[in-house]
Nanobody, 121 residues
Framework: QVQLVESGGGLVQPGGSLRLSCAASGSIFSIDTMNWYRQAPGKQRELVASITGGGSTKYEDSVKGRFTISRDNAKNTVYLQMNSLQPEDTAVYYC???????????????WGQGTQAIVSS
């Protein structure tokens, strides 16, 4: 069994920053890609940023230059540093992790519970 625990959401003014964290625990042999998604009210969930096991990153166009995804493999944790936040960044942010629980086991996908980020003056 694997659990993902997110933290770091909250209320921030436009132009402010938030740092999200997502820690994975449980039956983990190796973690492949770690992702952050978000879902704004009335909209579909979208991929915001991803980081591979080798550290390669990708970003959704609207967050490039403002958000930074990183990971600490020793802690099985992925982070999302969000700077220059705007009202349109308001959403529930979900971490998504693809991992193996054994050397030859399949990749499984897990989701965090979500953390709310509200950008408002």
């Amino acid at each position: 069994q694997v659990q993902l625990v997110e933290s770091g959401g909250g209320l921030v003014q436009p132009g402010g920053s938030l740092r999200l964290s997502c820690a994975a625990s449980g039956s983990i042999f190796s973690i492949d890609t770690m992702n952050w998604y978000r879902q704004a009210p009335g909209k579909q969930r979208e991929l915001v940023a991803s980081i591979t096991g080798g550290g390669s990153t990708k970003y959704e166009d609207s967050v490039k230059g403002r958000f930074t995804i990183s990971r600490d493999n020793a802690k099985n944790t992925v982070y999302l540093q969000m700077n220059s936040l705007q009202p349109e960044d308001t959403a529930v942010y979900y971490c998504n992790v693809r991992l193996r629980s054994s050397l030859v086991g399949p990749l499984y996908e897990y989701w965090g519970q979500g953390t709310q980020a509200i950008v408002s003056s």
